[in-house]
DNA sequence: CATTTTTGCACAATCGATGGTGCAATGAAT
DNA sequence: ATTCATTGCACCATCGATTGTGCAAAAATG
């Protein structure tokens, strides 16, 4: 039977149940009943009428109160790839692990909804935050400074806050390495047959593209602007990118540096339109990992980052008092083709 | 220059640099002031002083008192896979265009975290939730009917309050057909080499086997009980499910319905310890739509299910008032091998 | 037994916003 | 000019917890 929604119980139910008074019962309660003398009888009993009553603290009401919330923030771009929903996962077992609420959300890339989403989270009292792959990191600082927030960025780095990012120049000399080293010698890349995709104008593609053009010079003797199309972070534009390159060159260049995975899915809607003959022979490096493109039917080469690292750097920073200003750098893995790694789901347990 | 975190606003000090009463700022900045027959040049004096002090409110203290705090929850089993991120990114999309702030948490499948989880989320006074793929949805139900907390479950149904799940039981059909038909007559599959592997016992595992056994039964005229393995939901039990079906058979069966695309990953990992010529003949239809897992160099069949559709459902549902406690079941859709389908982030705008 | 110390707790202000109620000033109606 | 209705706003209790302070009663000390 539903039992009408009774009013939760609060510390002045207990109270009065108690023959104590509200600040005994909310000390008690709350852990700061040694501090405060309490006897442990007393305790002993307003703990049992508590957990025979059902109750839980009204964390507003709390929060109101002390100015703290026990919330920790994600503000991510979007849930919806591999890359950024392992970060919420991760995250989110971070937290917990602490004893706090985890809370997620996404503001799509939108600097005025990172602003604004941010701004509600402060509203909220959140207690800390973590703000990835931000388009504008040091506008969200901007709001939260004004609020005394602790976050650090991840992923994007901001210029007035402490950030973790990988190594986004040598995960990509790795990945572009690892492409043309990918072919054999008698089918030798050429300069102008390595194209990056994707990306836009944000610190991390600009450090790929550095990373890309210094060890296609070195290698390959050879690189042009030509070779770099930024698409955006967003299937559909890149996938235009591809038909229009197809449609000028007959075929796709045998080796593809794709940013982002997100990108990538424009790789697959182009494939979609096209018989599995336009990709024999290409080699594919994707900056981010995704297990499922990892075995596609031509050699994918990915670049996993870090991000239990890139996380757990990201807390020891909040942690600090008075943490320092600056970038931090958390090294990225290669991994070649047809691989399957672990990721933070098989840290929980699934009773079959 | 860090201006030190100067303490926010509140409609106090707004009120003596207005020279009005706290409760007329308040009126003025919460939108109930033609309500409250405040003067239009009173109002528009106010609201000049706020944004000029950058007021926001302080939820907290708004939700303590009107016990509303503006939240909308979904709870999610895990983050990371794509089906539920895509979930994350509709809901949030849904949440936002209603004012409210979306907040996605997950529980690990796990149903005392998944309670313990929505009674913090009560703490906070979430306004609405959603309980997606709940292991113990009626659980969890006890404690939303509790506090009077409205809810509806999505992806498994729970007896006790409105649900919205795909139609599991014609989808299974669906998909376990378009595998049987994708093979030609003559290398037509038989009863035994169509297996059904992961899932648990919960709702939507229980009708896409019974789906399954059905269409074969029909189309084949067989079926056993050992045609089914269920593996939980884990990458790592559903490789070693493969693999003992490996090391038992030497071989794949031709046929794979594989529940869920979190199993599938565990057929990723069995791919990775062997040469893809263990894979040439298969036929795989995935219960879950993943964009890559869609360009495999085998063919995949894929169930997309209608996310968007279930979630405005599930908010259809939820702004009526006295909703039924009953099931409604959402059509998926049959995903060809080779498909790109657009998801939720085709949306959102990005400036290349 | 008188005094000091310790124990155990109650009191009350406070966090920031909301909303019911009441009342003065203004304008309209008679 | 008196009465009545309307306008415009202030007052105050309230939501549920936290925390500094104060004060009896009990225990320790001399």
Redesign the interface.
Known sequence: M??L????ATIYDLSVLSGSSPSTVSAVLNGSWRKRRIKESTAALIRELADQH?Y??????R??RSSR?G?VGLLLP?????Y???M??SF?AHVRSRGL??????A???PDEERR?V??L????VDELIVAGATDPDGVHAVC????LKHVNIDLPGS?APSVISDNYQGARMLTEAIIRHFSDDLKLGPDELYLFGG?DDHASRERIRGFRAIKRELMQGDSDKCIE????????AQVAFERFYEREGKLPRGLFINS??N??GL??F??QHPNEAFVDIVVGCYDY????????FPVIMIRQDIEGMITKAFEIMAENRPSVQTYLIQPELVPP???L?????A?????
Chains 1, 2 share one sequence.
């Open positions: 539903e039992h929604p009774k009013k939760k059902q839980t603290a009204n964390l507003q009401a929060g109101l919330s919330l979007v849930h919806d790839n591999r950024f929903s392992s919420a996962q989110e609420c985890p809370i997620v959300v996404s799509c890339r939108d989403t701004e509600t402060i509203s909220y009292s400074i004004g609020s005394g007035r836009r930024p698409t955006g972070y967003s299937p559909n534009m995975s997100i990538f899915e697959l809607r494939m979609a995704d297990p499922f493109g990892s075995f596609l039917p047809r691989t399957a672990k990721g933070p789901l098989d929980i347990k699934d009773i079959a």
